[in-house]
């Protein structure tokens, strides 16, 4: 089978807030804390040991633990020079954690980096340039999806949406690529768009889904998700966080526990289409299971999408 042949296709959890939990030796970071994606070369076994644990869960999608390995990103530690290898090696980690399981797939995952267009902290050149490394190593080391998530700005998303589409054209390479905006309490990206304008935004693109992740946990997103249930043509999908972050005693918790996380996503995928689900930060192996659990026999809804 493919992704597109499941009704509903689920996503990992977390790479970051499990990887804080997990004991990694202070000589894999290299002196470059807080750079997870180097742990890919360096500490191979920690990644491929945290994407087991969710392809253990029932996950049918093991996001590469990529998020931050684009040249913009890396050159804060001065990895510039690594963007291929550390994206060929997070899916191969990935690769390595599924162990020829049946339907399931590595998806590249590529954030948004530290540097915004329509902000002026890059230009658009430098930014497609940057996506183009990256997607091209990632295609070539063989993934089966792409995930551009936690996009932020327009013309972020927009950069990123037709470099992929023509990198892949150059590459002949057709790889379903998924598309998640990260829309904040205030209700909008965080440069104050809305997700009406991002669907607009994403319309000409080909792309496998439109949803959201990150920021908030699926109560503060349920209007949004109305929105594209009502709007949105194709498939939606749906990335929360385990609830909004608290902290407890100098330390960022998340309060969703996996019974009211796997309740609240399967309302979005009986009531509103969603047919993409996952988790984002504080998700754990444990929400997945009951995720997983939760939604056995669940259809998505049939949506009557307004013209």
């Known amino acids: 089978m493919r992704p597109h042949d499941h009704e509903v296709l689920i996503l990992d959890g977390a790479c970051g807030t499990n990887l804080q939990e997990m004991h990694i030796p202070l000589s894999a970071w290299e002196g470059k804390e807080g750079c997870n994606e180097l742990l890919n070369l360096t500490a191979p076994e920690k990644i491929i040991e945290l994407h087991a644990g969710f392809v253990d869960a029932g996950a049918m999608v093991i996001e590469t633990n990529t998020f931050g390995a684009s040249r ?10 690594q963007v291929e290898a550390i994206n060929r090696a997070g899916v191969e980690n990935a690769r390595k954690a599924i162990g020829g399981k049946t339907n399931t797939y590595i998806a590249g995952s590529i954030g948004p980096g530290t540097k915004l267009p329509s902000l002026g902290h890059i230009s658009v050149d430098d930014l497609a340039r940057a996506y183009e490394e990256q997607i091209r190593a990632l295609a070539m080391a063989g993934v089966d999806l792409l995930i551009i998530e ?58 496998f889904s439109l949803g959201l992740n990150c920021a908030t946990g699926p109560m503060d997103m349920e209007s949004h998700i109305r929105y594209l ?3 949105w043509p194709g498939r939606i999908s749906c ?15 998340y309060p969703l526990d996996p019974e009211t996380y796997g309740r609240e996503m399967k309302r979005f995928v009986a009531d509103y289409g969603v047919s993409v689900v996952g988790g984002c930060c504080g ?13 056995a026999g669940v259809k998505p809804a049939v949506r009557e999408v307004s013209a």
């Open 72 to 81: 913009i990103v890396l050159e804060e530690y001065g990895l510039q020079d």
């Open 229 to 231: 249930s009502r709007n």
């Open 150 to 207: 936690t996009c932020q700005d327009l013309l972020q998303i927009k950069t990123a949406m037709i470099t992929c589409f023509e990198t892949l054209e150059k590459l002949h390479l057709s790889i379903p690529v998924l598309a998640s905006v990260t829309i904040e309490r205030t209700g909008t990206m965080l440069v104050g768009t809305d997700i009406a304008a991002a669907a607009v935004t994403f319309e000409p693109y080909p792309i």
């Open 239 to 253: 990335v929360p966080n385990q609830g909004l972050p608290e902290v407890l005693d100098g330390r960022t918790c």
């Open 283 to 295: 998700t754990t192996p444990a929400h997945i299971r009951q995720l997983v659990k939760t939604l």
